[in-house]
């Protein structure tokens, strides 16, 4: 067999035109054009009448060329004869015309591959350029691998080479686009995850199950917030992290029970869940009786549990200092001493006697007439003498103690004796006021008690008792706190003996026991009026004429004084 010697492979002529026959038999070119009739065209009977004439007068005889050449011939038209017959029984009805390949290879010099083949046989054509373009990929690859030029034929080949090969290795200028996309697979390939095709992903499954999505969701947000609300409930009981450095004014009103307590508290902003408090403090065995009410100040630090207890008992919550409180200091004058010492502030202890009602834990509160009336409703109940308070104590348990203390001293035997003077215990407690703002001394007590009962007795006499203490009360003490010109009048007119009839509203400060005792055991005397001098020598008279002589002298006296 006849091989291609310019840059073909080993494949046989009639191998790449039995390959070339596999190809066509699905084509529908193919198919029209083997129905087709095929025509010559003029142009190759022009090219064969152009043909230059045989020399006839040549000898007859055959050279060795023309030998050589009719062999060569004749060989290959076996092989064209012998591929054909090949082509024809792989191909079925399809039919290759050979020969016309054979002659017009014949005609056409060697290596002009590039020359225009003529249009009437298409056929021909097509066999024809398919082997070219097979000759010209084989010359492609031997260029590639030895990178030299086998023929003329393989110029064009290796120029498209020259030009794949170029491309190869320009750099081709990308989009951002593209170039995030690169990133994007670099990521994935070293091993990250590419959150953008997680998302699509995640995003994917939820349309694909929303029902489903939609029921987690939603079981999750229920679990949550049932999360939260058990959390709260539990630090109501633990108060962890509420701990902000303020103190809360908590007031627990009268008769209060476990409900009020958790409601007031629930108010005030130191719990947060009201019925689980109610609950959890009902679990515990707290019951509704032995609530104090007063003023408390709580921290948010304390549990529900504390909070309780302190409305249940008194507070313990620092070193405890010993104050003494002497007999005749009024309520502001104890205030502010209990404030200096650190037990509680002034502020604390006044809206407790303001806003607490006492009543319903003592009785001699209860018996309190014209509460409204008076300036500190408490004062003359808080009994003087020296106590053990606790540094920051809660008001209502200071409050608590003074009154605590007046119902000590305060006995039986007492209140029989008030019963007998047809007076009660708040009475005694006026009088017992007076008698220690106006006798210096207790030696004086029974005598200025005997005056002040006398008045009291004749009051269509002596309507007024015409003291000075109950003057200086409002001019000193209630004058202080109110300003409002109209309030201080009413307090004028109902402390000021010189004003009002008997009895003040209240008493002016809070007596001792020496005091309380001469306002129930008075002396029994005829005076109705006493005086002092400078040396608080005291002057009894039982006229208004004895009593103006006596100024005259007390006038003499403290003129020789000064």
Same mark, same amino acid.
């Given at each position: 067999?006849?091989?291609?010697?310019?840059?073909?492979?080993?494949?046989?002529?009639?191998?790449?035109?039995?390959?070339?026959?596999?190809?066509?038999?699905?084509?529908?070119?193919?198919?029209?054009? @083997?129905?087709?009739?095929? $025509?010559?065209?003029?142009?190759? *009977?022009?090219?064969?009448?152009? &043909? #230059?004439? %045989?020399?006839?007068?040549?000898?007859?005889?055959?050279?060795?060329?023309?030998?050589?050449?009719?062999?060569?011939?004749?060989?290959?038209?076996?092989?064209?004869?012998?591929?054909?017959?090949?082509?024809?029984?792989?191909?079925?009805?399809?039919?290759?015309?050979?020969?016309?390949?054979?002659?017009?290879?014949?005609?056409?010099?060697?290596?002009?591959?590039?020359?225009?083949?003529?249009?009437?046989?298409?056929?021909?054509?097509?066999?024809?350029?398919?082997?070219?373009?097979?000759?010209?990929?084989?010359?492609?690859?031997?260029?590639?691998?030895?990178?030299?030029?086998?023929?003329?034929?393989?110029?064009?080949?290796?120029?498209?080479?020259?030009?794949?090969?170029?491309?190869?290795?320009?750099?081709?200028?990308? @989009?951002?686009?593209?170039? $995030?996309?690169?990133?994007?697979? *670099?990521?994935?390939?070293?091993? &990250? #995850?590419? %959150?953008?095709?997680?998302?699509?992903?995640?995003?994917?499954?939820?349309?694909?199950?929303?029902?489903?999505?939609?029921?987690?969701?939603?079981?999750?947000?229920?679990?949550?917030?049932?999360?939260?609300?058990?959390?709260?409930?539990?630090?109501?009981?633990?108060?962890?992290?509420?701990?902000?450095?303020?103190?809360?004014?908590?007031?627990?009103?009268?008769?209060?029970?476990?409900?009020?307590?958790?409601?007031?508290?629930?108010?005030?902003?130191?719990?947060?869940?009201?019925?689980?408090?109610?609950?959890?403090?009902?679990?515990?065995?707290?019951?509704?009786?032995?609530?104090?009410?007063?003023?408390?100040?709580?921290?948010?630090?304390?549990?529900?549990?504390?909070?309780?207890?302190?409305?249940?008992?008194?507070?313990?919550?620092?070193?405890?200092?010993?104050?003494?409180?002497?007999?005749?200091?009024?309520?502001?004058?104890?205030?502010?001493?209990?404030?200096?010492?650190?037990?509680?502030?002034?502020?604390?202890?006044?809206?407790?006697?303001?806003?607490?009602?006492?009543?319903?834990?003592?009785?001699?509160?209860?018996?309190?007439?014209?509460?409204?009336?008076?300036?500190?409703?408490?004062?003359?109940?808080?009994?003087?003498?020296?106590?053990?308070?606790?540094?920051?104590?809660?008001?209502?348990?200071?409050?608590?103690?003074?009154?605590?203390?007046?119902?000590?001293?305060?006995?039986?035997?007492?209140?029989?004796?008030?019963?007998?003077?047809?007076?009660?215990?708040?009475?005694?407690?006026?009088?017992?006021?007076?008698?220690?703002?106006?006798?210096?001394?207790?030696?004086?007590?029974?005598?200025?008690?005997?005056?002040?009962?006398?008045?009291?007795?004749?009051?269509?006499?002596?309507?007024?008792?015409?003291?000075?203490?109950?003057?200086?009360?409002?001019?000193?003490?209630?004058?202080?706190?109110?300003?409002?010109?109209?309030?201080?009048?009413?307090?004028?007119?109902?402390?000021?003996?010189?004003?009002?009839?008997?009895?003040?509203?209240?008493?002016?400060?809070?007596?001792?026991?020496?005091?309380?005792?001469?306002?129930?055991?008075?002396?029994?005397?005829?005076?109705?009026?006493?005086?002092?001098?400078?040396?608080?020598?005291?002057?009894?008279?039982?006229?208004?004429?004895?009593?103006?002589?006596?100024?005259?002298?007390?006038?003499?006296?403290?003129?020789?004084?000064?």
């Amino acid at each position: 067999m006849n091989n291609f010697s310019d840059g073909f492979d080993d494949r046989s002529y009639e191998d790449l035109l039995n390959e070339y026959a596999g190809e066509v038999i699905g084509s529908k070119s193919a198919k029209r054009n @083997t129905e087709e009739p095929v $025509k010559k065209s003029s142009a190759a *009977k022009n090219t064969e009448s152009k &043909k #230059p004439a %045989v020399n006839r007068s040549a000898s007859n005889t055959p050279s060795k060329a023309q030998k050589d050449t009719r062999a060569a011939a004749s060989a290959s038209q076996k092989a064209t004869q012998g591929a054909e017959q090949t082509a024809s029984k792989s191909t079925g009805n399809y039919s290759l015309d050979l020969n016309s390949i054979k002659s017009r290879s014949n005609d056409t010099p060697k290596n002009k591959y590039d020359s225009k083949l003529p249009a009437s046989d298409t056929t021909e054509f097509r066999s024809i350029d398919f082997v070219e373009r097979k000759r010209r990929a084989a010359a492609s690859r031997n260029i590639r691998s030895t990178g030299a030029v086998g023929s003329r034929g393989t110029a064009s080949s290796h120029s498209r080479s020259g030009i794949r090969k170029t491309a190869e290795r320009t750099p081709v200028k990308t @989009t951002d686009a593209a170039s $995030k996309q690169n990133a994007s697979n *670099k990521k994935q390939k070293n091993g &990250k #995850p590419n %959150v953008k095709n997680i998302g699509v992903a995640l995003l994917g499954f939820v349309r694909t199950h929303k029902k489903d999505c939609i029921v987690f969701v939603c079981c999750l947000l229920i679990s949550i917030a049932v999360s939260a609300v058990m959390l709260s409930c539990i630090n109501d009981v633990l108060a962890i992290n509420r701990d902000d450095g303020k103190s809360v004014e908590v007031v627990l009103p009268n008769d209060a029970d476990t409900n009020t307590a958790i409601k007031v508290l629930s108010e005030k902003g130191l719990i947060k869940n009201e019925l689980f408090c109610r609950i959890f403090i009902k679990v515990m065995g707290y019951t509704d009786e032995n609530y104090l009410p007063g003023v408390y100040y709580f921290n948010k630090s304390m549990g529900i549990e504390k909070m309780i207890v302190r409305f249940k008992t008194s507070s313990q919550r620092g070193a405890t200092i010993s104050i003494t409180i002497p007999e005749g200091f009024t309520i502001d004058q104890i205030f502010e001493r209990l404030e200096k010492n650190e037990v509680c502030t002034a502020a604390s202890l006044y809206k407790t006697i303001d806003e607490i009602d006492f009543s319903s834990e003592y009785d001699f509160v209860k018996e309190i007439d014209n509460k409204e009336e008076r300036y500190h409703m408490l004062e003359g109940y808080f009994f003087p003498a020296t106590y053990e308070f606790e540094q920051g104590a809660d008001p209502a348990s200071v409050v608590r103690d003074f009154l605590n203390a007046f119902k000590a001293r305060w006995t039986d035997e007492y209140s029989e004796r008030a019963a007998e003077l047809s007076m009660s215990t708040d009475d005694i407690v006026r009088i017992a006021s007076i008698i220690e703002k106006e006798a210096y001394g207790s030696d004086q007590f029974n005598l200025v008690s005997s005056v002040l009962h006398n008045r009291l007795n004749r009051s269509g006499v002596y309507p007024t008792l015409d003291c000075d203490s109950t003057k200086d009360y409002v001019a000193n003490t209630v004058s202080g706190r109110v300003k409002e010109t109209s309030k201080l009048n009413a307090y004028i007119r109902a402390y000021n003996t010189y004003e009002c009839a008997g009895l003040p509203v209240g008493a002016i400060c809070n007596p001792g026991q020496a005091a309380i005792e001469a306002a129930l055991y008075p002396d029994t005397t005829q005076y109705y009026f006493f005086s002092h001098d400078s040396n608080r020598k005291i002057y009894m008279a039982s006229t208004i004429e004895e009593h103006n002589a006596n100024a005259r002298t007390i006038a003499q006296v403290n003129a020789q004084n000064n």
